[in-house]
């Protein structure tokens, strides 16, 4: 496809047939006490050599994990991505292609699509799944949807739990619709059996548990779920797809619906996003699932292809019968994971998971030995971990700065009787040398306090 | 096209009396409008409808459209095999492809249907 806009002569040949002489002859009905008079106040072009040297400066401004190491979490990770993954996803066809869902021309993206939903389906042990929702937060607020949809009854259960932004994006899903949302709450940092009562699961559409949860632990989800097994309220998790490889299959736990954010699968931290979100379920919900579903068919010569499927479930056909009114989803992030998924394959992601379970255990065990650390939960975990450390936040990040290192985040902003409580998030990219470095700033630094 | 015997609505749905009950289809121009009928879901014995109410929604390739009861009561009997093969309302919408029986509360609801020449001409327009 060509990127080069009319030219002059194209210009001047497409007025003389509309019979105008210029293209400000195009605005003549636009009034004119309303049209724009002056120049826009913009600054001159820039050559690309000067362009280029002012955006580096601006660049400079910023650090990023390549200049530090990071342990920041909280639903955005510093994970390795495979060369291989930029390489694919640079083709203009893939980057610049804008809802790129024509079959006759689109194939290649199709496919991959359709890849994506199997390989999903695979790691969550469900039946199907779409092709990527804004977010995990959204997702979470689909699956919520898809729950009313279901069932007709007007509230949630999420557990306290689930990353905070989240559940403040259900909430907002929920609101116009009138659907409370109930947040049921923890005890030792995860979701508290006994407050998921029997009342409350009759009236709740749904109960939705993170696994591992805000705080890196791990939730007894099987305990919790069973306690849905005589009503007809779906079970939801969101799910950290990495730990998949380690943990038993949502669909084990007779999970209905499994949703999250594919961001650790592939794809840069970006300061926050794109990203992607993924949302699978049990085959008797497929009418119910929103956004766009990729289906494998033949064509009319008998050769293998894919298309867009189930349309009528979507909004524009389906109108305000429609679970949701999505009708988008993040195909190039969705591609990215899908590379990266074929590239490390199933013994791969094994490896990555164990990693980074076992950089967080070393981690952890190490840490909680220094005298002012104490573990926060008594709870196991997957690669996030919380401990109370005796420091306050600005001079923990002053020391640890420093020495070019990037979190903690403190749990205080959002749970605020965890005062010196901090969530560290470890993965396969952090070295034993630079996780000593950390050990041996906080032991220093504790002493001398 | 039309059976006469038959009491029609102006939202496409035919009406074959039986005594105190109705069965309820759509009708052949309905199930042409829709194309390949791929997905109903049809409401369990037992439901209570109303008149002019939709009771169930019925899906081809390229649209959804709701089915509408022409009367008020309770559905007696559902027609499975019409929503486990959706296609047989394309192939026989007055015969095979019934898709509810209800019985009547109040009989002189039928008085608002329309006769097989009436909608006809409503669907010539």
Same mark, same amino acid.
């Given at each position: 496809?060509?990127?080069?806009?009319?030219?002059?002569?194209?210009?001047?040949?497409?007025?003389?047939?509309?019979?105008?002489?210029?293209?400000?002859?195009?605005?003549?009905?636009?009034?004119?006490?309303?049209?724009?008079?002056?120049?826009?106040?913009?600054?001159?072009?820039?050559?690309?050599?000067?362009?280029?040297?002012?955006? !580096?400066?601006?660049?400079?401004?910023?650090?990023?994990?390549?200049?530090?190491?990071?342990?920041?979490?909280?639903?955005?990770?510093?994970?390795?991505?495979?060369?291989?993954?930029?390489?694919?996803?640079?083709?203009?066809?893939?980057?610049?292609?804008?809802?790129?869902?024509?079959?006759?021309?689109?194939?290649?993206? /199709?496919?991959?699509?359709?890849?994506?939903?199997?390989?999903?389906?695979?790691?969550?042990?469900?039946?199907?799944?779409?092709?990527?929702?804004?977010?995990?937060?959204?997702?979470?607020?689909?699956?919520? &949807?898809?729950?009313?949809?279901?069932?007709?009854?007007? !509230?949630?259960?999420?557990?306290?739990? /689930?990353?905070?932004?989240?559940?403040?994006?259900?909430?907002?899903?929920?609101?116009?619709? &009138?659907?409370?949302?109930?947040?049921?709450?923890?005890?030792?940092?995860?979701? #508290?059996?006994?407050?998921?009562?029997?009342?409350?699961?009759?009236?709740?559409?749904?109960?939705?548990?993170?696994?591992?949860?805000?705080?890196? &632990?791990?939730?007894?989800?099987?305990?919790?779920?069973?306690?849905?097994?005589?009503?007809?309220?779906?079970?939801?998790?969101?799910?950290?797809?990495?730990?998949?490889?380690?943990?038993?299959?949502?669909?084990?736990?007779?999970?209905?619906?499994?949703?999250?954010?594919?961001?650790?699968?592939?794809?840069?931290?970006?300061?926050?996003?794109?990203?992607?979100?993924?949302?699978?379920?049990?085959?008797?919900?497929?009418?119910?699932?929103?956004?766009?579903?990729?289906?494998?068919?033949?064509?009319?010569?008998?050769?293998?292809?894919?298309?867009?499927?189930?349309?009528?479930?979507?909004?524009?056909?389906?109108?305000?019968?429609?679970?949701?009114?999505?009708?988008?989803?993040?195909?190039?992030?969705?591609?990215?994971?899908?590379?990266?998924?074929?590239?490390?394959?199933?013994?791969?992601?094994?490896?990555?998971?164990?990693?980074?379970?076992?950089?967080?255990?070393?981690?952890?065990?190490?840490?909680?030995?220094? #005298?002012?650390?104490?573990?926060?939960?008594?709870?196991?975990?997957?690669?996030?971990?919380?401990?109370?450390?005796?420091? &306050?936040?600005?001079?923990?990040?002053?020391?640890?700065?420093?020495?070019?290192?990037?979190?903690?985040?403190?749990?205080?902003?959002?749970?605020?009787?965890?005062?010196?409580?901090?969530?560290?998030?470890?993965?396969?990219?952090?070295?034993? #040398?630079?996780?000593?470095?950390?050990? #041996?700033? /906080?032991?220093?630094?504790?002493?001398?306090? | 096209?039309?059976?006469?015997?038959?009491?029609?609505?102006?939202?496409?749905?035919?009406?074959?009396?039986?005594?105190?009950?109705?069965?309820?289809?759509?009708?052949?121009?309905?199930?042409?409008?829709?194309?390949?009928?791929?997905?109903?879901?049809?409401?369990?014995?037992?439901?209570?409808?109303?008149?002019?109410?939709?009771?169930?929604?019925?899906?081809?390739?390229?649209?959804?459209?709701?089915?509408?009861?022409?009367?008020?009561?309770?559905?007696?009997?559902? +027609?499975?095999?019409?929503?486990?093969?959706?296609?047989?309302? +394309?192939?026989?919408?007055?015969?095979?492809?019934?898709?509810?029986?209800?019985?009547?509360?109040?009989?002189?609801?039928?008085?608002?249907?329309?006769?097989?020449?009436?909608?006809?001409?409503?669907?010539?327009?």
């Amino acid at each position: 496809m060509d990127y080069i806009p009319h030219s002059n002569k194209e210009i001047r040949e497409m007025l003389s047939f509309l019979g105008v002489k210029s293209l400000k002859d195009l605005y003549s009905k636009i009034p004119y006490e309303m049209k724009q008079k002056r120049e826009l106040n913009l600054p001159e072009p820039l050559s690309e050599l000067e362009l280029l040297r002012r955006l !580096k400066f601006i660049s400079n401004k910023n650090t990023s994990v390549n200049r530090k190491i990071s342990f920041l979490g909280a639903g955005n990770y510093d994970h390795f991505i495979p060369s291989v993954v930029n390489y694919i996803i640079s083709h203009p066809e893939f980057y610049t292609a804008y809802t790129p869902y024509q079959p006759e021309l689109s194939q290649g993206i /199709l496919q991959s699509m359709f890849e994506y939903q199997t390989m999903m389906c695979e790691l969550t042990g469900m039946d199907v799944s779409n092709i990527s929702l804004y977010d995990g937060a959204t997702a979470v607020a689909e699956a919520a &949807n898809m729950a009313f949809s279901i069932t007709g009854k007007k !509230k949630v259960m999420v557990s306290e739990t /689930l990353h905070p932004e989240y559940r403040q994006v259900l909430k907002t899903y929920m609101k116009p619709r &009138n659907i409370e949302v109930y947040e049921t709450p923890m005890k030792d940092g995860v979701t #508290d059996k006994t407050q998921v009562k029997k009342s409350l699961i009759e009236e709740s559409s749904c109960l939705i548990l993170s696994q591992p949860n805000f705080f890196g &632990n791990l939730e007894p989800m099987d305990e919790i779920f069973s306690l849905l097994a005589n009503s007809n309220t779906l079970a939801i998790a969101c799910v950290n797809p990495i730990s998949l490889a380690l943990l038993k299959p949502p669909a084990d736990l007779g999970v209905d619906i499994v949703i999250g954010d594919g961001q650790i699968l592939g794809n840069p931290q970006s300061f926050g996003g794109p990203s992607f979100g993924f949302l699978t379920c049990k085959k008797k919900y497929l009418r119910k699932l929103p956004g766009r579903i990729v289906g494998q068919t033949v064509d009319s010569d008998g050769k293998t292809g894919y298309v867009l499927t189930l349309q009528t479930r979507e909004q524009h056909i389906r109108r305000e019968k429609a679970s949701s009114n999505i009708c988008s989803n993040q195909s190039l992030n969705v591609l990215a994971a899908c590379v990266y998924l074929s590239y490390v394959g199933r013994d791969g992601l094994f490896k990555i998971a164990e990693l980074c379970y076992r950089n967080a255990h070393y981690l952890f065990q190490k840490l909680i030995v220094i #005298d002012g650390i104490q573990p926060g939960f008594n709870s196991k975990f997957f690669n996030e971990f919380v401990i109370h450390i005796d420091l &306050n936040l600005n001079k923990l990040k002053n020391i640890l700065s420093k020495k070019g290192i990037l979190g903690p985040i403190c749990l205080e902003k959002w749970y605020p009787t965890l005062k010196k409580k901090y969530l560290f998030a470890v993965t396969e990219k952090r070295t034993k #040398d630079e996780m000593d470095l950390i050990i #041996d700033t /906080l032991f220093k630094a504790l002493k001398i306090k | 096209m039309y059976p006469e015997e038959l009491l029609y609505s102006k939202d496409h749905e035919w009406a074959r009396v039986e005594g105190n009950q109705v069965v309820i289809g759509i009708t052949h121009y309905a199930q042409d409008a829709l194309g390949d009928i791929v997905f109903l879901e049809l409401p369990p014995v037992g439901t209570k409808v109303e008149a002019n109410v939709p009771f169930a929604t019925i899906e081809s390739v390229k649209s959804v459209s709701d089915v509408y009861s022409s009367v008020t009561g309770e559905i007696v009997e559902v +027609n499975d095999a019409v929503a486990d093969a959706p296609e047989i309302i +394309n192939q026989d919408p007055y015969g095979e492809g019934w898709m509810v029986k209800i019985a009547m509360e109040n009989s002189e609801e039928l008085k608002d249907m329309i006769s097989a020449e009436e909608y006809q001409k409503s669907i010539a327009e």
